[in-house]
């Protein structure tokens, strides 16, 4: 009887898991996506060209990026994560990249907080907030939702 409970908790804590990498589509990251697939390489060229001043690892997804998450706005489900030039500018200056998993629209908040803000400065009032790809109000919550999950962004 033992054995079977333990084989029966096994194999529920293994289907979790296999839930939760689902759901995060395999670990994708945004410096990762250009080089992946062509499609999100020439998706992500068309949402760049439009603008101006862009910094070279916001042109190219290039830098530091922590696993994006699978979501879903109005329907349509998105893989939504952050990047930063390096892991040390995170704070100051971070992109939050939304793709379609058809990898046919791409999104992204250019977030950039003054460098040496006072910790006793709220990073979410002195924020300047750029939004690239002309996402419609659903999809710049989605994007400032995605910033809120940062234990720093208060």
């Known amino acids: 009887m033992r054995t079977s409970i333990n084989t029966l908790a096994a194999a529920l804590l293994l289907g979790g898991s296999a839930v939760a990498m689902a759901a995060n589509d ?3 990251r945004a410096n990762e996506l250009l080089s992946a697939d062509p499609q999100y390489r020439q998706t992500w060229q068309g949402v760049v060209q439009k603008e101006e001043r862009l910094p070279e690892w916001v042109m190219n997804l290039s830098g530091y990026a922590e696993q994006m998450n699978a979501v879903t ?3 349509d489900p998105y893989l939504v994560g952050p990047l930063c030039e390096n892991q040390q500018s995170c704070l100051n200056n971070r992109l939050i990249v939304a793709f379609s998993l058809d990898k046919k629209n791409a999104y992204a908040m250019w977030v950039q ?4 803000l006072p910790s006793d400065k709220s990073p979410t009032r002195h924020a300047d907030k750029r939004f690239l790809g002309e996402p419609d109000a659903g999809m710049q919550a989605l994007l400032n939702e995605q910033l809120k999950k940062d234990p720093n962004w208060y």
């Open 73 to 75: 706005e109005d329907g």
């Open 113 to 116: 907080v003054p460098t040496g």
């Open 26 to 28: 395999g670990q994708s």
